[in-house]
């Protein structure tokens, strides 16, 4: 099955749109720090951060629906539940920053594991792993580059945080349960 | 379908016993604060807390039922799992007060739409928002009358906490399956 | 039903590893402390620990499957899920020690509650009762004598912390759980 331009949009708008408030979250407990540069910013991500969480959540939801069939019964209330598990995960990583951080990956895996027990399927963990490796690499580039960093607390992963792959793996998880939503809700084009 | 007063007493007393928990730990956290009155104090609370807290349960659930029939398969489970989200929720607005106010509204709204996403149905949103509106607007009142405050960084909307509404929701959601299971227990008296 | 021994060596082990990452959580946030002693340390915990949690969780396996029959429909998902809920309650009340202790105690009740409501059964409930009372009662014993003590802030129920039996119900609950699961992989030998 392939997602439609308009379940692809839908799924960029979602993105780009909560993406931000977990930046936000990063920045203000001072878990995440962005150096100045030229590029405009919303609130407090660059331009870049929004469109790169959008464009994130349109392909792996166009991956998941292309892995295997949609599961019947899947509603909005399962959208918004997993949304809201990924918030929460995300919240947690910055008000218990500068906590040990031992415990805090405990928590940030446990939380992950626990969204996808009540959301995921098999092909979520595929869309999940993906997410957990690529996410990390890249923010990885990304303090390398100077872009932004993490703080002292939170960067023992190669300079991000150890909690960062399973944030990305709930993260996964989600985009490929909003991928299943928004194409069960267009059209039978199997 | 109405309740009967047997089951109404019972949601009264639930809310009556559980609400002073809950206001005890925004106390011992100094996130709320109340006023010196001539009012009896049982724990922390005033005698009106449990008073009011008890008969929006019983209101609530008296509404869900007459919204629309109680879902069947609810049981006990479902109840011991609503009420313990909500305290759930209360114990972080609590014990993380004094955190980046954004963060842990972002996290209490999460817990909130978790809480809907496992336990509510469509009028159990119907409960939700009366209580996300009423409960706020009337502790905003309390708060100009000088009968208690928010603690400086937790009093950002109109003197009470951002996540005030969120909570709110919670209780409502909360309020919503206990009179369904109330309903459901006394006989068919639909 | 009985399990095997295979059944029963494989709870000892997901026990013996999983239980030292909790109690590595408590000793680096100082929620405990261990004394010094001649026994081999791995980790932080002492040899024992894993020996003792890997023990109770066959044990508490072994009695779920003694009591009454496994649930149809399980699956390795809700194994993840309760293991997963354990190790994020056992995580708050590391991170979290220091708190309020009421309102911590309040949090772990209810993510006990909550892991029970989402995973667990009648029979996981006198599982969990008996974690509740023979784990804190060994473990004041191991206060008593000098083996380890709990932080000021978590020392209430008799030298260790008033939310001990609560983590304990809800690692009961996992027990019992795992316990049907290894049950239900080993042949049908009702």
Chains 1, 2, 3 share one sequence.
Do not use: Q
Not at 79 to 93: E, H, N, Q, R, S
Request: charged letters at 10%.
């Amino acid at each position: 099955m392939t997602l439609s331009w308009k379940g692809l949009a839908g799924l960029f708008v979602l993105g780009a749109v909560i993406g931000p408030i977990g930046d936000h979250i990063h920045v203000v407990t001072g878990t995440t720090r962005y150096y100045d540069s030229w590029v405009p910013v919303i609130g407090d991500s660059p331009l870049w951060f929004p469109l790169v969480v959008g464009l994130a959540t349109a392909a792996l939801g166009a991956i998941r629906v292309r892995l295997a069939p949609v599961r019947p019964g899947l509603d909005v209330r399962h959208g918004i539940g997993v949304v809201a598990a990924v918030l929460v995960t995300y919240a947690f990583t910055g008000i218990l920053n500068g906590t040990s951080i031992f415990a805090l990956t405990v928590l940030i895996v446990g939380m992950a594991a626990l969204t996808w027990a009540a959301f995921g399927d098999d092909p979520a963990i595929v869309c999940g792993v993906m997410a957990a490796v690529g996410g990390p690499a890249a923010e990885i580039i990304g303090t390398w580059t100077n872009l932004f960093d993490y703080a002292d607390s939170s960067d023992g992963l190669l300079g991000v945080a150890p909690w960062l792959p399973a944030l990305y793996f709930a993260f996964g998880v989600a985009a490929a349960l909003l991928g299943e939503l928004v194409a069960g809700r267009s059209a039978v084009s199997e």
